[in-house]
């Protein structure tokens, strides 16, 4: 049986009864049906405010509920807490593998690059931004650092800038607030078959050979 000072010092209700739990309500089961916010049509008080800070125990569930959302809607490759209405640093990724971070923080960033990425808060709002393309993130649920984006392939790259991406929400930021001017201001174009100057990696004639 776990004592009232073991479930005080976890500092949540887990929701599974427990006799001496101190907090209220006790002994609900958490069936609370969460979805991603639409920001576009609906307030989301979370979205531009820098989440709390959670234990591992606490992250991790909420990571089970954040990649159920993801597996239901089928359209996305990573989402944070407060997407869904949630304070808590805590976000998942799954481009090539499931993974969660709880209390994140980007502590390397290598090379810069532009891309362009969408977002499941602002739905058919996508934009370039600036990112890196390698990063290394500490987070509280793995023993070392993780590293983001090394190799040369596109699936790296996608992987460490939805990191970069989950992260910034956890930080209050969104891809609206990092918008890269992609205009094209200069005196000689490149050519049709060469890298386009916004930096998305595509050829010129297949980017923004139009703009």
Same mark, same amino acid.
């Given at each position: ?6 479930? %005080?010092?976890?500092?949540?209700? *887990?929701?599974?009864? *427990?006799?001496? *739990? ?7 089961? +958490? ?11 609906? +307030? ?5 405010? %820098? ?9 991790? %569930? ?8 993801? $597996?239901?809607?089928? +359209? ?5 807490? $407060? ?56 987070? +509280?649920?793995?023993?070392? $650092? ?51 100057? *916004? ?13």
């Amino acid at each position: 049986m776990l004592s009232r000072e073991f479930l %005080t010092e976890r500092g949540y209700c *887990c929701g599974h009864g *427990c006799l001496m *739990c101190p907090y209220e309500p006790k002994h609900i089961k +958490d069936n609370t049906i969460l979805k991603v916010i639409n920001c576009f049509k609906e +307030d989301n008080p979370l979205i531009q405010k %820098t989440l709390r800070r959670v234990t591992v125990e606490e992250g991790e %569930t909420i990571a089970t509920k954040l990649f159920q959302i993801l $597996n239901e809607r089928g +359209d996305g490759i990573g989402l944070a807490a $407060n997407q869904v209405g949630i304070d808590a640093s805590v976000a998942v990724v799954n481009v090539k593998e499931p993974i969660v971070l709880i209390n994140p923080k980007i502590v390397r960033r290598e090379e810069e690059t532009r891309y362009y990425e969408g977002c499941l808060s602002y739905p058919k709002k996508g934009c370039h931004t600036k990112r890196y393309k390698i990063v290394e993130v500490e987070v +509280d649920n793995y023993a070392s $650092n993780l590293t983001f984006g090394a190799g040369d392939t596109e699936a790296n790259l996608l992987e460490s800038v939805c990191v970069q991406h989950e992260i910034d929400h956890l930080n209050g930021m969104r891809i609206l607030d990092r918008v890269v001017d992609t205009t094209y201001r200069a005196e000689i174009k490149p050519g049709r078959n060469e890298p386009c100057h *916004c930096g998305s990696g595509k050829k010129f004639k297949k980017c923004c050979i139009n703009k």
